[in-house]
């Protein structure tokens, strides 16, 4: 049962930085298709970014260009850096892992159908 720990999420101002963290229980993100995403109160959960075993990196337009997705295989832990961070960037954040495709990743990535393992989720709120 593969488990994932998301943590540093919290509160800053517009324009401010964030680094997202997603431990996992076992050796997965050499062998799985990870991603992140986000829910905001009343909204469908959104695909941010996913990276594949190989570290191929793919993002939504919403997110191109401020957020960057990245893992640490000896550790075991997905990163999510964000910068020049929006009020509309607040929501509860997670991480995600599918292990259907050997490692590479759904052409539809961004479904969260897509993803059998979940963490728990953290906190970003971000302040005008």
């Known amino acids: 049962q593969v488990r994932l720990e998301e943590s540093g999420g919290g509160s800053v101002q517009a324009g401010g930085s964030l680094r997202l963290s997603c431990a996992a229980s076992?050796?997965?993100?050499?062998?799985?298709?990870v991603a992140w995403f986000r829910q905001a109160p009343g909204k469908e959960r959104e695909g941010l970014a996913v990276i594949d075993k190989e570290g191929i990196a793919t993002y939504a337009d919403s997110v191109k260009g401020r957020f960057t997705i990245s893992k640490d295989n000896a550790k075991n832990t997905l990163y999510l850096q964000m910068h020049s961070l929006k009020p509309e960037d607040t929501a509860m954040y997670y991480c995600a892992a599918d292990d259907r495709r050997s490692g590479y990743c759904s052409p539809e990535w961004f479904g969260s159908y897509e993803y059998g393992y979940w963490g728990q989720g953290t906190q970003v709120t971000v302040s005008s």
């Open positions: 076992t050796v997965i993100y050499s062998r799985y298709c």
